[in-house]
């Protein structure tokens, strides 16, 4: 997908901080911005990843996140992997003017309902994937949706499976209510009984009951041999499929009504990240409400909780234990 940035673009200075995992990524989509940011700093843990990103982009490296940021004010920071902070840091305590783009979400507990969400967003969100931007106009048009489809599968240095089943129902919540019920199944390969949510891998299936009648089915996993991001919108006469890069809209007789660009299997994860960074760099950053973030969470937490159980949960009851 190119990820070329407009020849008016100003350049934007910006740092990343990663760690072993995620240095190479993050150094791709650095990579990728070229014309569009200038790295002036590289942060993480002291390990050899961290110190190759920092050669790799010619910058020095700093291990304190609040240091490298107080000493080189920068408009954005690439925070790859929370390796060596706590995320909720991130967000009112940011330095005045800069903004950050996180590959994890920043709260992960229903409890969590840091400040900051006007400075700091997710990527890569499917909502702001070029695909979903092209199908704005038929969503938009379709009728009330019968039975939402949401597959996210990626490998595992592209996002973990709370970032990939948060991103799924972040945009599945766009066409639909909270779900009243959510009964799901998850394997995490590690063998590690009850993980916290941060660290469980392996694959999450769910399937939700709307109050209307309709239906919603998740599957997410960071275990996948390919990543690839997909969603299907049912109706009573009419599919749309939505992809990382395109779209196409039939009616139920298999005549296509619509398309968008050639719905490619998937663009690379590098450049769906530098795609949605670089937009961020030119307008406001694009995070959800507050409220919105906390639905998807109580969907996400709601399947966890069934899978455990073997019950249905409801996202709604969890939300108001919360407050």
């Not at 903004?99 to 979400?105: K, N, V």
């Not at 992960?108 to 909502?127: I, K, M, N």
């Not at 799901?184 to 063998?191: E, K, W, Y």
Request: aromatic fraction near 4%.
């Amino acid at each position: 997908m190119p990820t070329t940035a407009p020849p008016s673009l100003d350049v934007a200075e910006v740092a990343v901080w990663a760690g072993p995992e995620r240095a190479e990524l993050a150094g791709d989509v650095v990579d990728r911005m070229a014309g569009a940011a200038r790295p002036l700093a590289v942060g993480g843990p002291a390990c050899e990843a961290v110190a190759d990103l920092g050669r790799r982009l010619g910058c020095p490296v700093e291990h304190d996140l609040r240091k490298l940021l107080n000493d080189r004010p920068v408009a954005s920071v690439l925070v790859a992997e929370f390796d060596g902070i706590d995320p909720l840091i991130l967000g009112k305590r940011l330095p005045a003017g800069t903004r950050a783009l996180c590959l994890e979400p920043r709260a992960a507990g229903l409890h969590e309902s840091p400040p900051g969400y006007e400075t700091v967003a997710s990527a890569p969100r499917f909502l702001d994937a070029p695909g979903h931007h092209r199908a704005a106009e038929p969503l938009d048009a379709l009728p009330p949706p019968r039975l939402i489809r949401f597959s996210s599968l990626g490998r595992p240095t592209h996002g973990s499976l709370l970032a990939r089943a948060l991103d799924a129902w972040a945009a599945v919540l766009a066409y639909a209510d909270l779900p009243e019920t959510v009964t799901a199944s998850a394997h995490d390969p590690t063998g590690e009984p009850d993980p916290p949510i941060r660290r469980r891998r392996g694959w999450l299936a769910a399937h939700a009951r709307l109050a209307d009648g309709g239906a919603v089915l998740v599957e997410a996993a960071d275990t996948a041999a390919h990543t690839r991001r997909q969603l299907s919108v049912l109706t009573a006469d009419a599919q749309l499929t939505v992809s990382d890069t395109g779209y196409k809209l039939r009616q139920n007789n298999g005549a296509v009504l619509d398309a968008g660009d050639d719905d490619r299997d998937a663009a690379g994860f590098a450049d769906l990240i530098a795609d949605q960074w670089r937009r961020d760099l030119e307008r406001p950053v694009s995070a959800t409400r507050p409220e919105a973030d906390a639905a998807a969470l109580a969907c996400v937490h709601a399947a966890l909780l069934s899978a455990r159980t073997g019950e249905p949960e409801s996202p709604r009851q969890l939300l108001k234990m919360q407050g």
